[in-house]
């Protein structure tokens, strides 16, 4: 997707330069060994520092092949950011002791993109993590709905979400940024509590219908009505209720 619309390396370069006008929020690049290496690492790092990057993923460069990348982030003052998985075990230790910026901790197996659970000890995780290094840990790999964010900042310092948010870029297009912000709610549960605050109504009354909509990423407030029996039958007897989903139709997707 990203080559079919004309991406290109110097054209991040430039985003970021942009992006910096606005805000000093740390940035990290995530991306393959091989992006960093064809543009020639040295070159790549001069500039990602020169536009005000603070930070580099390389998922695919396990720890033991770190060196050639490391040894020039450091040069730049850019963190070579070190993840570990599931399956790390005894190597965890090792890779926080040299980690630099954040640990980034992989919550399941497999590719990035979501997942309907994550069932991985990250506390452990993060606990062997800051036993060796005091550390940012944050974790990524799967997150996909607000509940799973919130449930792994319990255990880490922050939680790291991709696939979910370049879905909603799919869908929303240049209106995606109030998905974004509110994960993907705003088109149903979010924007129903909104109107709930304009007409003035209780916030626990509101609360209980919004949490009749499913949590789930692209849930309109039509589709949830066809979902659940419940919420339809209030849609369509309780004249509040007609009107307050009604108001929210109307708004949903809008940025």
Do not use: W
């Amino acid at each position: 997707r990203a080559l079919t619309g004309g991406v290109t390396t110097d054209k991040i370069f430039d985003m970021v330069k942009e992006i910096r006008q606005n805000t000093q929020i740390p940035l990290v690049f995530m991306t393959y060994a091989n992006v960093v290496f064809s543009y020639g690492t040295e070159r790549f790092l001069e500039k990602a520092k020169n536009v005000g990057m603070d930070g580099l993923i390389l998922p695919d460069v396990p720890f033991e092949e770190k060196e050639e990348f490391d040894i020039v982030c450091k040069k730049y003052g850019i963190d070579l950011i070190s993840l570990i998985a599931p399956t790390s075990h005894d190597r965890i230790r090792m890779i926080a002791k040299e980690a630099s910026g954040f640990v980034y901790c992989v919550s399941s197996l497999g590719v990035t993109g979501t997942r309907s659970a994550i069932t991985t000890d990250i506390g452990a995780m993060v606990k062997l993590v800051k036993e060796e290094n005091d550390i940012p840990c944050a974790v990524g790999f799967g997150i996909s709905t607000p509940e799973q964010a919130a449930k792994m900042c319990q255990s880490a310092d922050g939680a790291i979400v991709g696939s979910a948010i370049v879905k909603l870029c799919e869908k929303y297009g240049k209106d995606c940024v109030a998905q974004i912000v509110t994960f993907g709610t705003l088109a149903a549960r979010g924007v129903i509590r909104d109107v709930g605050r304009v007409m003035d109504l209780p916030y626990a009354y509101v609360d209980s219908i919004a949490k009749m909509i499913p949590q789930e990423l692209g849930i309109t407030i039509d589709k949830a009505l066809q979902m659940n029996p419940e919420l339809r039958k209030l849609y369509e007897s309780d004249e509040t209720v007609t009107h307050l989903i009604d108001m929210a139709k109307r708004l949903e997707g809008l940025p």
